[in-house]
């Protein structure tokens, strides 16, 4: 289990946690993919390579178990000559995911929906492809869904 930051990673096992200095030119790979340092998640299990006391490569052997690149409470829903997104809000960070244009958006047993089911305060898991969300699955919504 690991938690980061911009310039460390905290590693866990055996009830024993060990924090490293991440190199600036960290390697980050998971599977096949090269990925930036912001994408090691809590919960990822991972194998470090150490050299002259800094973390020059984190192989992440397992994912967390939260499906989707990223999720949070939905705070806009607009859009632009290039398309919908939104803006979703996570503990004080702000992310905005331009949507693709045949996203899929389920709701519990309701699959098939277009970004049109969206409403401002629904929680959400959202899985990326091109950095545009690909598929959203609403975790929670209001009662009045306003």
């Known amino acids: ?20 200095i991440l190199h600036d ?7 096949t993919e090269t ?3 912001d ?7 991972v194998t470090l390579t150490i050299q002259n006391d800094l973390c020059t ?9 939260d499906w989707g690149d990223l999720g949070g409470e939905i705070t806009e829903i607009s859009t632009t000559v290039d398309g919908k997104y939104i803006v979703v809000k996570d503990g004080s960070t702000y992310t905005t995911v ?10 519990g047993t309701i699959t098939g929906k277009t970004a049109d089911y969206l409403r401002i305060h629904d929680v959400v898991r959202i899985d990326l492809v091109n950095h545009k ?13 306003s």
């Open 1 to 20: 289990m690991i938690t980061t930051d911009e310039s460390k990673i905290t590693v866990k096992a055996d009830n024993t946690s060990v924090t490293v």
């Open 25 to 31: 030119d960290v390697k980050v790979v998971y599977g």
């Open 35 to 37: 990925l930036t340092s």
């Open 39 to 45: 994408k090691i998640a809590y919960g990822d299990t």
């Open 57 to 65: 490569k984190v192989k992440i052997t397992a994912r967390q178990s």
């Open 98 to 107: 331009n949507l693709a244009s045949d996203v899929k958006v389920s709701y």
């Open 133 to 145: 969300a690909a598929e959203i699955r609403i975790t929670s919504r209001t009662a009045t869904g």
